[in-house]
């Protein structure tokens, strides 16, 4: 089959499924121009990352908490 050649994702050997994420991605890799963000290349559209990590709100959401049950008895 041609799309095979042209790096169309396997089947599941076992299934004989298709992944329709590695289908979409596929897709979308075949025109890196319109989806730098894929490629590595240069994104049309930048966002600044988040102010602060997952892990530093759960530690300030549990020090309030703790301090509410202290103050609470």
């Known amino acids: 089959?041609?799309?095979?050649?042209?790096?169309?994702?396997?089947p599941?050997?076992?299934?004989?499924?298709?992944c329709l994420e590695a289908i979409d991605r596929w897709r979308l890799h075949r025109h890196p121009s319109q989806f730098p963000?894929?490629?590595?290349?240069?994104?049309?559209?930048?966002?600044?990352g988040p102010k602060k990590d997952?892990?530093?709100m759960a530690r300030e959401a549990?020090?309030?908490?703790a301090q509410e049950r202290r103050r609470n008895g």
Not at 12 to 17: H, L, Q, R, V
Not at 37 to 48: D, F, N, Q, R
Request: net charge positive.
């Open 1 to 10: 089959m041609r799309l095979f050649t042209r790096g169309f994702p396997r």
């Open 12 to 18: 599941d050997p076992d299934t004989g499924m298709y």
């Open 37 to 48: 963000e894929l490629t590595g290349g240069k994104s049309a559209v930048s966002s600044p």
């Open 54 to 56: 997952l892990g530093a």
């Open 62 to 65: 549990y020090e309030r908490q």
